[in-house]
């Protein structure tokens, strides 16, 4: 770690904390429907989309209604992207006449955007045509995400409502999320992100010379032995309308890249300063809505103690992640190379623009949120730093976490720890005056729990069945690969130990089922919780009240997250990662 | 039911036309008007020819002059090195994803490391046995298509390329102090040095001597 790397990552950490506060005061206003100035712009369209869906804004929902609308609006998604992937190659918009994507991975494709993971089974610039980009996986990016701020806000409003039967509109919520929250911000990123290099095009490829032409050896057709020498003499640049893209796959939390590698692509990612914006903006709205949450209760204690709980667990990781990651690997010193220099350590599968701080901030902050993007591949980091983003999914994604659906996660985790610090002092527990009761803690057993079974049980299909052996290294990291692989999906992040080769229909199939069923098996036990909470009165706090706004509750929080993560994980992370660690400092 | 389904269908209509045509239209509007040359792939052009691009990196290690010029990282995408899309075999960016404990790693490393002392005796340099290898020089890339090196390791090839163009350190030395970027706003990411606009550089100011 150099003294360049700790002062980014500290002024990573303090623009985010500054942002917190005034976009988090403004979401509170926009989901309250009190005016926050874009409204006297955006206001008609807002309107205008009302009256076309004969929508009555005033007119609340059930959390069973609610949890209809959103199951029905996530369906038409995955028709929708699923039929524009499969029609693609009759489209318009198609310059480098890319043909149709199969069907299962096709099928994974439309679960994964739709379920806000953005798992990518497929390279995007060889795969995607523009108007698949935009109008298929862009649609998705906006309003995955605003689905996932919509629940949340649901939640927030059977936390804080007394005796009442409804917990909002979702049509609104959905509406108010995309037109005043994702899009202007989304907007005011992809024109920076454009400044500093990232195409935004809906010209064809662009073929330039190159300075130097390669020769390679090509073998001849199919006949294996023989070859002929091939002089290759151009590079062809792809293009496309990405920056648009980027930015709102960065703000929603989504992940999915324009190009294969994601925001490693110089034309993805293109400066230092670019960077520093795409990773902000990853946790940018999941770190206000903590503010939002606790203006919209009232107590913005309540908000701070959960951005506390937060943070504290990101910093330690992100710091553990730099640290291993600035290490050499003692296998290539070995021929007299220098992993000492300025930044440089593990420099296998990073970008030299980027060094090892930036890669390691990217990978702490995708995997906390569930953005999955990546800026470095992380099948290539030392494995205990590979660890930690992999650790940071199987928690639940609830540090940070996705746009929404990160603090109604944390939420659920808030509510175990409130029936257990109940436990200890033989009280019924609270939450911000309403009693915790044996529905609320079987919703919220069965949302933190689904995750993790999803997870053991999908790798320990996929190691034991010859379909799950696609693994591209040997050893200890292969089974890392697998492990990865279903934590990602079972969380709904999306970043991958790369190598893997997961575009086979057994992989697309089986992180497509745990995809689906980890994003909607946790959406309506939340609304269930958000719906029974509304319904009852307030207790009025007494001396025998826990407040939860204090540093023993943060600490508290903190130990029901961790140890609900080291308890169901250790076993399998001491196969993969921390043998692996063991056998790179033996070689 | 239609009070479901009525605002399903028509919301998902409306924001597909929002979000998925009207806002990438606009961008890409508004970014070719204030942005052309970024939003077209910061393209060079090299006697009005486009050569390349400022952000894609270009493969140098092999061909006859390759001891000349400085190399770019080592590259996992394929057919070749450096490419970007690849219509036929519908290849593009790509990592080589090796563990770090990979077999396969430590050979292609070892390659590497073999290479460069290759071009050092094809350009008749003697390195002195102590020199260590800057590690971004013989490691793959994340994209496949890094655009840069560290400063350390064009010093590290640059008595090379001195020696195999007939100039002095000191000229060449001067030279990529002028394409050594420093950290963006004295802040941001690592000092890099941008490898194709550094060998165009080279090759308009110190034509490789015709030999033979």
Known sequence: MTLPGIVQLALYLAVLLALVKPLGWFMARVYTGKPCGLDRVLGPFERLFYRVSGVDSKAEMSWKEYAKAVLVFSALGLFSVYGLQRGQALLPLNPQALGAITPDSSFNTSVSFVTNTNWQGYGGEVTMSYLSQMLALGTQNFVSAATGMAVLVALIRGLSRRSAFTIGNFWVDLTRSTLYILLPLSCILALALVSQGVVQSLKPSQTVSLVQPILFEQSRGDQGEATHTVRVTEQVLPLGPAAS??????????????????????????????????????????????????????????????????????????????????????????????????????????????????????????????????????????????????????????????????????????????????????????????????????????????????????????????????????????????????????????????????????????????????????????????????????????????????????????????????????????????????????? | MTTLFRPACVLFVCFSLLTGIAYPLVITGIAQLLFPRQANGTVLLRDGKPSGSSLIGQEFSTGRHAAAYFWSRPSATSPVAYTPFNADKLTGSSGSNLAATNPALIENVKARVDALKEADAAAGYERPASTTIPVDLVTSSASGLDPHISAASAEYQLPRVAKARHITESQLRELVGAHTQSRQFGLFGEPTVNVLELNLDLDSRFPIPATE
């Open chain 1, 245 to 587: 893209q980027i930015a709102i796959k960065q703000l929603g939390t989504n992940g999915g890249g324009f190009f294969n590698v994601n925001s490693a692509h110089p034309f993805e990612n293109p400066t230092p300063f670019s960077n520093f914006l795409e990773v902000l903006a990853i946790l940018l709205i999941p770190a206000a809505l903590c503010w939002t949450f606790g203006e919209m209760i009232g107590d913005r204690r309540q908000g701070w103690a959960v951005l506390a709980a937060m943070t504290a667990i990101f910093t330690v990781l992100l710091l553990a992640c730099t640290w291993a990651e600035s290490a050499a690997n003692p296998a290539i010193t070995a021929f007299g190379v220098d992993s000492t220099f300025g930044a440089a350590g593990n420099m296998e599968g990073k970008e030299v623009r980027f060094g090892i701080a930036n890669s390691a901030l990217w990978a702490t902050a995708t995997t906390a949120a569930s953005n999955g993007s990546v800026n470095a591949m992380h099948d290539s980091f030392t494995p205990l730093s590979g660890l930690v983003p992999m650790w940071l999914m199987q928690l639940g994604e609830v540090v940070f976490g996705g746009v929404g659906c990160g603090l109604y996660g944390m939420l659920m985790f808030v509510i175990v720890a409130v029936f257990i610090a109940g436990l200890m002092v033989g009280r019924t527990p609270e939450y911000l005056g309403k009693k915790i009761e044996p529905f609320e803690m079987k919703m919220a057993a069965l949302a933190v729990l689904m995750p993790c079974a999803l997870v053991l049980l999908g790798t320990a299909v996929a190691v034991v069945v010859p379909q799950g052996q696609t693994t591209s290294n040997p050893g200890a990291h292969g089974f890392s690969q697998i492990l990865y692989a279903f934590s990602s999906a079972s969380n709904n992040n999306g970043s991958a130990f790369a190598g893997l080769s997961a575009n086979t229909p057994f992989y697309n199939t089986a992180l497509g089922v745990c995809m689906f069923l980890s994003r909607f098996w946790l959406i309506v036990p939340v609304l269930a919780i958000a719906g029974s909470l509304a319904s009852k009165k307030g207790v009025p706090a007494t001396a025998g009240t826990l407040p939860t706004h204090t540093p023993v509750f943060i600490g508290m929080l903190i130990c029901v997250v961790i140890i609900v993560g080291a308890l169901t994980f250790v076993p399998a992370l001491a196969l993969g990662p921390i043998v692996e660690q063991l056998q790179l400092q033996g070689h």
